[in-house]
């Protein structure tokens, strides 16, 4: 089942600028995804929270494929390599930032490396994926760069749903563990959600479904996110990570995830196409081309890699 088109979708709280946009973004639209191609940014490789389901030798499970790991760029590298791929891949639209960790819990690095690309390239679509805790804190940031895509991870609305999908959270210099973590991050979450699709933001909620867990709840999560003002839901299979806390959990079948995105369409047009891909992905959404511009592969300027921990 597709996703419906964007004219016929329209949000009353989206720009028109920000549609023009969404035309041309191949996530957010099901039209534009075997014309436009996505490169991301691997610049942001630390997180603020600590997911059940991750485990941090690979990338963020919110908008990655668990199991492979990913080079980190700084900004100056990104901007090389962004001027680098752009002559290589045809109709690159979007420049996205997702992980290996949290966009926003790498912020400086993020924002330094969406003003330089700016300058070379004023059209490019920018896209951020995040784990929504810092929201309330760079949301205006976000609206004032330019960004009109932003994806938010929101997997429960209740603390104690929360307690079993996250360990803790990193939050104004203490680590808080459990329910109190979660509620502060579900909080924050909704708020960022509520802020930017008022400023004209085109929100995708990503949610990972996990059997027993949040399965039930994702219906009242779908109608909770719409009525803060957001576009589209995303809602992802379980794929256990090694070395997660749910490296034993069962994957989520394809034939589950489309079931309840059957449902849940009544409410929200959903995604069908997402390719949970790398946090270094270049190219469409079907063929993933970023080995060929990997540092290893040389990308023409020698090494573009600048290893960070995090
Ligand atoms: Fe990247 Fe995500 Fe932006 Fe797309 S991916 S930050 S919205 S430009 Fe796309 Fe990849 Fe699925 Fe994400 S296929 S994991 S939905
Ligand atoms: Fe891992 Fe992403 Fe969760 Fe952070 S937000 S803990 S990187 S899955």
């Given at each position: 089942m597709d996703c419906l088109s964007?004219?016929?979708?329209?949000?009353?709280?989206?720009?028109?600028?920000?549609?023009?946009?969404?035309?041309k973004h191949p996530c957010f639209s099901f039209e534009a995804h075997k014309k436009y191609a996505r490169m991301h940014l691997p610049v942001a490789p630390r997180c603020n929270i600590s997911c059940n389901y991750c485990n941090r030798k690979f990338d963020c499970l919110h908008e990655s494929r668990p199991g492979v790991t990913s080079e980190i760029l700084s900004p100056e590298s990104a901007r090389r390599k962004y001027s680098f791929v752009?002559?290589?891949?045809?109709?690159?639209?979007?420049?996205?930032?997702?992980?290996?960790?949290d966009a926003l819990a790498n912020?400086?690095?993020?924002r330094q490396t969406i003003e330089l690309i700016k300058q070379d390239a004023p059209d490019v679509v920018f896209c951020l994926s995040t784990n929504g805790l810092m929201l309330p804190?760079?949301?205006?940031?976000?609206?004032?760069?330019?960004?009109?895509?932003?994806?938010?991870?929101?997997?429960?609305?209740?603390?104690?749903?929360?307690?079993?999908?996250?360990?803790?959270?990193?939050?104004?210099?203490?680590?808080?563990?459990?329910?109190?973590?979660?509620?502060?991050?579900?909080?924050?979450?909704?708020?960022?959600?509520?802020?930017?699709?008022?400023?004209?933001?085109?929100?995708?909620?990503?949610?990972?479904?996990?059997?027993?867990?949040?399965?039930?709840?994702?219906?009242?999560?779908?109608?909770?996110?719409?009525d803060l003002g957001?576009?589209?839901?995303n809602i992802m299979p379980l794929i256990p990570a090694?070395?997660?806390?749910?490296?034993?959990?069962?994957?989520?079948?394809?034939?589950?995830?489309?079931?309840?995105?059957?449902?849940?369409?009544?409410?929200?047009?959903?995604?069908?196409?997402?390719?949970?891909?790398?946090a270094d992905a270049i190219g469409l959404l079907g063929d993933d081309r970023s080995y060929e511009f990997s540092s290893a592969a040389g990308c023409g300027e020698g090494p573009l890699a600048s290893l960070k921990t995090g």
């Open positions: 964007v004219k016929d979708q329209c949000c009353s709280r989206v720009s028109f600028d920000a549609l023009e946009q969404t035309k752009k002559e290589k891949v045809e109709n690159l639209s979007v420049v996205g930032i997702a992980g290996p960790g912020w400086e690095d993020t804190h760079y949301g205006m940031e976000i609206v004032d760069l330019g960004i009109r895509h932003v994806t938010v991870t929101v997997n429960c609305l209740e603390p104690d749903t929360g307690a079993k999908i996250y360990r803790f959270i990193n939050y104004g210099g203490k680590k808080i563990e459990g329910a109190d973590g979660a509620a502060i991050l579900i909080k924050n979450q909704l708020e960022g959600i509520a802020d930017l699709a008022k400023h004209g933001v085109v929100i995708k909620v990503n949610i990972v479904m996990l059997k027993d867990i949040n399965s039930r709840h994702i219906p009242d999560i779908v109608k909770k996110v719409k957001a576009f589209i839901t090694g070395g997660s806390a749910f490296e034993k959990y069962p994957q989520t079948s394809m034939k589950e995830i489309n079931k309840i995105r059957k449902i849940c369409q009544a409410d929200l047009r959903q995604m069908y196409h997402c390719k949970q891909c790398r």
